[in-house]
């Protein structure tokens, strides 16, 4: 099955800016629309970024995507520690005919 | 806004069928494509599937053998049944609106798919 690769861990200071990979292939990063999910421990998913780089209604702008080719990227600008979360980046997979999710990311803010 | 909530009993025993109900509030299930997301214990989301209005399903295949995906308009709610459960299949199971697009681009089909609203999830642990 294919995979979306992401880092496990990131971690960055109050403030500062951190950017989260995620790298795919010509089956889904490649033609189809990347979108993150923000997921605060014990709590469900919720939509950063759809449409690679556009944000839903209510979400900063400290948030902010890009694609370029097979790979994909979320930076998070001006950390708070209400940032720390486990982030997922997701992509329609053409051999998957479906959503592929990438593995997660732990954002630590330290 | 729209709520979306999960359902179901928490336990299952194993080799049986897992049903779990997702009652959609402020929307329509006459709209949008309605999926089921899984997350085992601190491991990362698996699609499952989703289910259309229209009658269109569609499933991972990993689970397109044992997963069934329906739309009761009338009662706005969206329901999986999962079969032949194993301990494998112990996860947090989620209920997600998806947007789906696909737009031909000089002979090629470009997706968008994307969950912008989800439900806070329901626990299954499949064991004897």
């Known amino acids: 099955q294919s995979v979306l690769t992401q880092p496990p861990s990131v971690s960055a200071a109050p403030g500062q800016e951190v950017v989260i990979s995620c790298s795919g292939s010509?089956?889904?990063?490649?033609?189809?629309?990347v979108s993150w999910y923000q997921q605060v421990p014990g709590t469900a998913p919720k939509l950063l970024i759809y449409?690679?780089?556009k944000r839903p209604s209510g979400i900063p702008d400290r948030f902010s995507g890009s694609k370029s080719g097979t790979s994909a990227t979320l930076g998070i600008a001006g950390l708070q520690t209400g940032d720390e979360a486990d982030f997922y980046c997701?992509?329609?997979?053409?051999?998957?005919?479906?959503?592929?999710f990438g593995g997660g990311t732990k954002l630590t803010v330290l | 806004q729209v709520q979306l909530r999960e359902s179901g009993p928490g336990l299952v025993r194993p080799s049986e069928t897992l049903s779990l109900t997702c009652s959609v509030s402020?929307?329509?299930?006459?709209?949008?494509?309605w999926s089921w997301i899984r997350q085992p214990p601190g491991k990362g989301l698996e699609w499952i599937g989703y289910a259309f209005y229209t009658g269109s399903l569609n499933y991972n295949p990993s689970l397109r053998s044992r997963a069934t995906i329906s739309l009761d308009t009338s009662k706005n709610q969206v329901s999986l049944r999962l079969n032949s459960v194993t301990t494998a299949d112990t996860a947090m199971y989620y209920c997600?609106?998806?947007?789906?697009?696909?737009?031909?681009?000089?002979?090629?089909?470009?997706?968008?798919?994307?969950?912008?609203?989800w439900g806070q999830g329901t626990p299954v642990t499949v064991s004897s």
């Open positions: 997600a609106r998806g947007s789906l697009l696909g737009t031909a681009v000089r002979g090629v089909v470009i997706f968008d798919y994307y969950f912008d609203h």
């Open positions: 449409e690679n780089h």
């Open positions: 402020n929307d329509s299930t006459s709209s949008h494509y």
């Open positions: 010509s089956s889904n990063i490649g033609p189809n629309y």
């Open positions: 997701g992509a329609w997979d053409n051999s998957l005919n479906g959503m592929l």
